[in-house]
């Protein structure tokens, strides 16, 4: 594997449901990201995590809960979602410092539907 | 409040002809700004970068330009190839912070 790989691909959930997405980078980055990309809304940052440590909550609900255990390693947990929550999720990671963290490798995304 | 704004949600254009991608943003306090390119079922895909102490950056066939008094900038590609067609996102961020703010996107279609 190389890159950035999310999965799963898909997912279909309904609103008392509890799933995780996950995110795992080959690129050796220290640096992780969580982005919420709704139909004709730019992508929102939600999450960052350096070294393993949260350092960016971007007034996420609480019924988001993300989860770092390594560098290489990221997990979006979901629990009581809404339909509003609906959305492409997309993970990122980057160098940590100077300008490298701006340019970030994303995955391909989890597209969730809450029903 | 949208801080960086795509206004044209789609362009296209002949291949070998020149593409202009425009990206307006509010935040003077923005200081480092990319181009992301987005093929469908793929993420984005960094492009190029430029700061804000220069008004021109190129690598190849595209070329990023700044107005920094008019907060504005664009992404030129020439010539257009018709595996430029995508989504290209405009972004931007302050300060050395690792919070980058996304514009909504212009899908480019270039025209064999």
């Known amino acids: 594997e190389t890159g950035v790989t999310q999965t799963p691909r898909h997912l279909v959930m309904g609103m008392t449901n509890k799933k995780s997405l996950k995110c795992e980078q080959h690129l050796g980055h220290n640096a992780m990201y969580w982005y919420k990309q709704s139909a004709k809304k730019p992508l929102e940052l939600m999450f960052v995590y350096n070294f393993k440590e949260q350092t960016e909550n971007n007034s996420v609900p609480s019924r988001f809960s993300p989860e770092c255990p390594n560098s290489s390693h990221l997990f979006l947990h979901l629990h009581t979602l809404q339909p509003e929550d609906s959305a492409l999720y997309l993970c990122?990671?980057?160098?940590?410092?100077?300008?490298?963290?701006?340019?970030?490798?994303f995955g391909p995304g989890t597209r969730l539907t809450v029903l | 409040d949208q801080q960086v704004k795509q206004n044209s949600p789609s362009l296209s254009v002949q291949e070998g002809r020149i593409s202009i991608l425009n990206c307006d943003y509010t935040?003077?306090?923005?200081?480092?700004f990319l181009w992301y390119k987005k093929y469908p079922a793929e993420g984005p895909t960094f492009l190029i970068s430029i700061s804000s102490i220069k008004d021109k950056n190129e690598d190849g066939r595209f070329t990023v330009f700044l107005n920094k008094s008019a907060k504005h900038l664009s992404l030129h590609i020439v010539p257009s190839q018709p595996g430029d067609s995508a989504v290209y996102f405009c972004a931007a961020s302050a300060g050395g912070y690792q919070k980058v703010t996304f514009g909504t996107g212009t899908k480019l279609q270039v025209i064999p």
């Open positions: 935040n003077s306090m923005f200081d480092y």
């Open positions: 990122a990671s980057s160098q940590s410092g100077g300008r490298a963290h701006n340019e970030q490798f």
